[in-house]
């Protein structure tokens, strides 16, 4: 598996995923600076990393979104390349219009900083095959604008075709519905707040985030 | 030429720092506060005949986030 990790000014789990993308795949991922308008040749995964680009100026993601490299995700994203966009990541690629609704501040103003657990809410995508039906996993998050929110038209629709990959069993942000991670209509782009490469290897406390690579290196490569 | 976008939440967008903001001054001893918005301003310095529809796509493309925002342009009179 060819995989891009993309680099903002203040991506600051870009390194986090390249190890985990490497650890499972066997593969140094390219690291894509922000400037750059086009990715390797052949590339078959990208991911867009956590952190805070551009300071959050804006809106978070709002300026990452608009960046030069993102045109070259968008059309890679069309073409079908699983692209996985984590906690900052996944406002960029709802900033981008990769993914429907919005991540607004968390719903009691606090920065969100703990292992939470999550249900499997669709373990037939591209990302989630390697987990069970409705299984339940723990991911930690790192976050303070980790709600998510769209119109309930776009609720019921994104619900009704499957599309919520993972929901938080408990209260942490206000997210409607506890939507956790959302796949867009092709099911190739998945967003989420909680950070799988995070819990890869035992020393993390935690293994459950390695199957969402597994799984991803089982169908690309 | 200078314009004013005021970029504000849509109505049923949930405002937990709306909310906040409202509780601090209830806090404060502030009676009669039915409810706060908290939204932004950003004031554009722009060449003169800069068109309306070009400041419209200025919001639609970065400054608001239509999904969860409304703005409204004002431009201001030059002194």
């Not at chain 1, 030069?68 to 990541?89: S, W, Y």
């Amino acid at each position: 598996m060819k995989s891009a990790v993309i680099v903002f000014p203040g991506s600051n789990c870009d390194r986090d995923l390249a190890v985990a993308l490497e650890q499972v795949t066997g593969r140094k991922p390219a690291m894509v600076w922000h400037r750059e308008s086009e990715l390797p040749d052949g590339v078959d995964f990208i991911g867009v990393p956590g952190g805070f680009s551009y300071g959050d100026y804006l809106r978070s993601g709002a300026m990452a979104a608009r960046s030069p490299v993102m045109q070259a995700v968008k059309d890679a994203a069309a073409r079908g390349v699983p692209v996985i966009g984590i906690c900052n990541g996944f406002q960029v690629l709802t900033e981008a219009g990769l993914l429907p609704g919005a991540l607004m501040r968390n719903a009691r103003l606090s920065f969100v900083c703990r292992p939470v657990p999550l249900r499997v809410e669709n373990s037939q995508s591209l990302f989630t095959a390697q987990y069970g039906a409705k299984e339940e996993i723990v991911f930690p998050v790192a976050h303070h604008d980790g709600n998510y929110q769209a119109d309930e038209a776009t609720l019921d629709r994104i619900e009704g075709e499957g599309r919520v990959a993972f929901r938080y069993l408990d209260e942490v942000n206000g997210s409607a519905r506890r939507i956790a991670g959302i796949l867009n209509d092709a099911g190739n782009v998945l967003g989420l707040m909680p950070h799988p490469e995070r819990v890869i290897e035992p020393a993390h406390g935690g293994t459950d985030g390695r199957r969402l690579f597994e799984g991803l290196l089982e169908t690309v490569a | 030429m200078k314009a004013r976008v005021f970029i504000t939440l849509k109505n049923g967008v949930l405002d937990p720092q709306g909310k906040a903001i409202h509780h601090a001054l209830e806090g404060l001893g502030f009676s009669g506060v039915n409810d706060v918005r908290a939204g932004k301003m950003i004031e554009l310095d722009l060449a003169d005949g800069t068109s309306d529809a070009a400041i419209e796509d200025m919001c639609r493309k970065l400054l608001a986030n239509t999904v969860i925002e409304n703005f409204r342009i004002e431009r201001l009179e030059t002194a």
